[in-house]
Nanobody
């Protein structure tokens, strides 16, 4: 059974840091795009940071320079280090993987495997 399981969310004050993790079970992060999306209340889900089809890290402009995506292939785990967090980063963060992502790797349409999400709350 394929599962992507996120962990590490929580509450932090603005300017603080959090790291979220995504462990894959029954699935390997090979030959696919993988990354992090988020959805805030009343907003559409958006791509935050992904490894594209070629393994290159891509970031949405609003997190560039503050967030870092990484992976441990031996542990089949994906990470998102979030620094200098802002209240507008508050959202449910999802891990995702998929193969239909070559043209638009930050678009959720290219991903067919999703975790259940982990909440990140940043207070001002």
């Amino acid at each position: 059974q394929v599962q992507l399981v996120e962990s590490g969310g929580g509450s932090v004050q603005a300017g603080g840091s959090l790291r979220v993790s995504c462990a894959a079970f029954g699935y390997t992060f090979r030959g696919v795009c993988m990354g992090w999306f988020r959805q805030a209340p009343g907003k559409e889900r958006e791509g935050v940071a992904v490894f594209d089809w070629y393994g290159r890290p891509l970031y949405v402009d609003s997190v560039e320079g503050r967030f870092t995506i990484s992976k441990d292939s031996a542990k089949n785990t994906l990470y998102l280090q979030m620094n200098r967090l802002k209240p507008e980063d508050t959202a449910l963060y999802y891990c995702a993987a998929g193969g239909n992502c070559i043209s638009s790797p930050l678009s959720q349409s290219g991903y067919n495997r999703w975790g259940q999400g982990t909440q990140v709350t940043v207070s001002s």
